[in-house]
């Protein structure tokens, strides 16, 4: 969880944006001693130095505390200083291990994250191992800064570790990392007297800490020097200027001691109970339902959502929260806030005791369905003008239409973490999977719209997971063997050619259950498929041969050309002639019936190759002739050239050399008016 910390504005922190130099004080406040003692501990020799061993990983530097002690502010504060100095050129990279309820981040989401702040893509599908070797094989030979925050245990930290003594490794955590040797804790608790004070004056001024110091010293104690309660009772009192120092003091100490958290996180319960408490009922409500907020990450329209309210007036409440020191604002146009980490669990209590399940349900069933509403709109706008779905979106709210395209694919990528992170929770409910379903399809959808399936595989890969984890729940064999087939084409694609093997069979038992002939078909046609991946062409051909007779029984012409030419190149790769020529030449009969002159003529061309193979030049000849007669019927240039060119290799050995130069004059002439023809094309047209 990231906690609140004592900069709550600085880098690294909520806004994320360097502060221009020369301006307002120093917004890090305290922890020289700790600050000074983790610098040092960056040089200190470790185990593998004192055993006359190089050393072989990066040094880890932990700063444990509990949630609201700062020690994600402070481990921010540490990587600045060391970026300044120029130790980590290659510069910074940062995940959070921890989701706001608690949950431990999965390595393999982790890794994925990292890796795309390196500008690498990492294989949809990958696991954990496999991604965290890749993060480390990226940090190999660099000089960088990871900042892990909030881990749970070493088993989250030790896979990321790069093995490169020139990284170094900031983490925090609740306690020790026990299991990753040579890393000596730096443990913090609440701040000092001065540094607490100071913080409190940051938020309300002087004046009421001039005038009575020694109460404001005590209000920080009563705070236990926590910087998360420090700000949230700083919050308080500027939203109360008539109130004094002492008064916050006295509303602090009346509110009752909660028995459930431990002793030393009850200053920032309480904390957290006086702002919330202040709040009018409606804004006290919709802060306890950001609890349900995906990632911890909330804007106006999902707050709008849960709440039943506006999109302008829940900005205008989220804005009032940042004041108060209850989120952290980006200040980007469309501003995207985050619910403190320490804040969290408080939230989700507090949301517990006091709204009926009902009531949260509905909240979060408005949410996603405002997030679906939202993807199709995001989808919509890259359609043409005056299209049934262009007049569809003219009719929505404009608050939950974009301007365009580009405005759109904007929205997209700056929310995509909270979009999985809503389409993972949906799935995760199980009592509103209608709506999941439509959520995931929606951003599958957008995502490959915008994006592209080949850019957007590793997020379509885990939506893909979602669906057939409701399809499997549901007892939904369609949607079942839809989402195997596409996990299967994505691990084909990846070479994972026998768990797609597992995945098509599977999907091809979905589809007979559904009794879908699409679905059936296409696994038939796929396991033949990975089959001839294996180099088993006996087991390809036999599955392509399945798939073969359920196209001819319903009739699907171009299925039935396109699966004997499969069939046709299993047979060429396994040796088998006699069958090649027979499929080649039903599938060239097929594709003519079909009137698909361009098919037909490769088909022919594969025709010629077999011949060759075969040991019968003159028939491969007189089959590559008709098939470059097609070819130029087509209007194909490229592949007339090719088969110029294989006509002329044929007559090289058959002992026709003049032939030959012939044909491969007329591939050159060929291929020359192509590349013309395209500059023609290609080039800008005078005015």
Not at 305 to 332: K, N, P
Not at 389 to 414: C, D, I
Not at 498 to 526: F, I, N, W
Request: aromatic share 4%; with cysteine.
């Amino acid at each position: 969880m990231t906690d609140q910390a004592v900069d709550t504005s600085g880098p690294f922190g909520a806004a994320g944006t360097e502060e221009p130099s020369g301006t307002a004080p120093p917004r890090f406040l305290g922890r020289d001693r700790e600050l000074k003692a983790l610098r040092a501990d960056v040089g200190h020799a470790g185990l593998d130095t004192l055993a006359g061993r190089s050393a072989a990983r990066a040094r880890v530097l932990l700063i444990a505390g509990r949630p609201g002690s700062g020690r994600t502010e402070l481990a921010a504060e540490l990587a600045r200083g060391l970026l300044a100095e120029g130790k980590h050129p290659d510069g910074l990279l940062r995940a959070r291990l921890t989701e706001p309820g608690g949950t431990p981040v999965p390595t393999e989401r982790t890794a994925r994250e990292l890796l795309e702040q390196l500008g690498v893509t990492g294989p949809p599908g990958a696991d954990g191992d496999e991604l965290s070797g890749m993060v480390r094989d990226e940090l190999a030979g660099r000089r960088a800064l990871l900042f892990l925050d909030d881990a749970v245990d070493a088993e989250q930290v030790d896979p990321l570790l790069p093995d490169n003594p020139d990284c170094l490794v900031v983490a925090t955590s609740g306690g020790p990392l026990t299991g990753i040797p040579g890393v000596r804790p730096c443990t913090i608790g609440g701040l000092e007297a001065g540094p607490a004070v100071r913080l409190l004056a940051r938020t309300i001024g002087e004046v009421r800490i001039t005038v009575d110091p020694r109460t404001a010293e005590t209000l920080a104690e009563e705070c236990g020097g926590l910087p998360a309660a420090l700000v949230l009772v700083g919050g308080w009192l500027a939203a109360h200027p008539m109130a004094s120092v002492a008064d916050a003091g006295r509303r602090l100490r009346e509110l009752p001691d909660d028995a459930e958290p431990p002793v030393g996180s009850r200053p920032l319960a309480r904390a957290f109970r006086l702002a919330h408490d202040a709040l009018p009922p409606v804004a006290a409500r919709i802060l306890r339902l950001l609890a349900l907020a995906p990632a911890g990450l909330v804007d106006a329209h999902i707050a709008s959502a849960l709440a039943g309210c506006s999109v302008s007036a829940a900005q205008r409440t989220l804005d009032e929260f940042v004041a108060l020191g209850l989120l952290h604002g980006d200040g980007a146009e469309r501003p995207q806030y985050e619910v403190p980490g320490c804040l969290a669990p408080l939230l989700r209590e507090l949301l517990a005791a006091r709204d009926r399940p009902a009531e949260i349900q509905l909240a979060r069933a408005r949410m996603l369905e405002r997030t679906v509403r939202l993807l199709q709109s995001c989808r919509a706008v890259t359609e043409p003008e005056g299209s049934p779905v262009r007049r569809r979106l003219a009719g929505l709210p404009r608050s939950l239409r974009f301007s365009g395209p580009e405005a759109a694919a904007a929205w997209l990528r700056a929310r995509r973490p909270v979009l999985l992170a809503a389409a993972r929770i949906a799935v995760e409910d199980g009592e509103l999977d209608t709506l999941a379903r439509r959520l995931v399809a929606a951003l599958v959808r957008a995502l490959a719209v915008h994006e592209g399936t080949e850019s957007a595989a590793p997020e379509l890969y885990g939506l893909h997971g979602l669906v057939l984890a409701v399809a499997e729940r549901r007892g939904l064999a369609r949607e079942q063997a839809a989402a195997l087939l596409n996990l299967a084409d994505l691990d084909a694609r990846t070479g994972r050619t026998r768990e797609a093997l597992a995945r098509y069979r599977a999907a091809l038992d979905a589809g007979r259950e559904a009794k879908d002939p699409y679905a059936t078909g296409r696994a038939m046609e796929s396991v033949g498929g990975a089959y001839a991946e294996l180099g088993d062409f006996q087991r390809a051909s036999d599955w392509y041969g399945r798939a073969l007779a359920q196209r001819l029984t319903q009739g699907e012409r171009a299925e039935e050309a396109r699966l004997y030419g499969r069939l046709g190149a299993v047979h060429t790769y396994a040796g088998r002639y006699g069958e090649a020529l027979r499929n080649w030449r039903a599938a060239a009969a097929g594709y003519r019936r079909l009137g698909d002159v361009p098919a037909q003529a490769r088909a022919l061309s594969e025709v010629a190759r077999v011949q060759e193979y075969a040991g019968r030049p003159q028939e491969s000849l007189h089959t590559c002739q008709e098939a470059v007669e097609w070819a130029r019927r087509a209007g194909d240039a490229r592949l007339q050239a090719a088969l110029e060119l294989r006509l002329a290799d044929t007559l090289d050995r058959l002992g026709d050399p003049a032939a030959a130069g012939l044909h491969r004059g007329v591939a050159d002439r060929l291929l020359n008016q192509k590349g013309a023809a395209c500059e023609i094309r290609s080039a800008p047209t005078e005015k």
